[in-house]
Each structure stands twice: as structure tokens, then as C-alpha cells.
């Protein structure tokens, strides 16, 4: 299988923020947000691939997926355009 993420600093940066809110899920007097890890237009399933981050959190991961993937492929317009959506 292909690998879904290039090796970039935007996927280290996406993942801290993801396994950062794993281990430290309670959010108090926040208003929150679900996200799927692996975007469901990629694949992700809706069991275990969702956390829950911060509007903020929620943006910048959006903002990073698509310079996660190669730029100007299938995958990058599919993040690109979930990305404009959520703005």
C-alpha cells in the first residue's frame, strides 16, 4: 500500500496536535469540534479515527492536511476543498 502522508514537516506538526489531544481529551469551557484523523475522503472510518479538538486546533489541522499529500494530485484537491469547506 502507499503511503497516504509525505514525510514533512506538516505531518509531524499534525500529528503532535492529534496525539496531543489523545492523551489530554478533556477540554473544559471550550467549544469543541470532532475530527477524523484519516480524513474519510481518504479512507478514515468513522470507529477510533476520530478525536475531538478545539475550533482553533481543528482549523490548523485542516489548513495541514492538504500540505501533507503531494501538491497538485487527486488527494491535495480532495483536502484542498474539505479545508474550504470548513472555513
Not at 29 to 57: F, M, Q
Request: aromatic share 12%.
Amino acid at each position: 500500500m502507499k503511503k497516504l502522508f509525505r514525510n514533512n514537516k506538516y505531518t509531524l506538526l499534525y500529528f503532535k496536535i492529534i496525539n496531543k489531544r489523545k492523551q489530554n481529551h478533556i477540554i473544559e469551557d471550550k467549544y469543541t469540534e470532532n475530527h477524523h484523523i484519516i480524513p474519510r475522503c481518504l479512507g478514515g472510518s468513522d470507529k477510533e479515527n476520530v478525536v475531538t479538538l478545539t475550533a482553533r486546533e481543528h482549523y490548523i489541522c485542516h489548513r495541514l492536511l492538504p500540505k501533507m499529500v503531494e501538491k497538485n494530485g487527486p488527494l491535495y484537491y480532495k483536502l484542498w476543498h474539505a479545508f474550504v469547506m470548513l472555513c
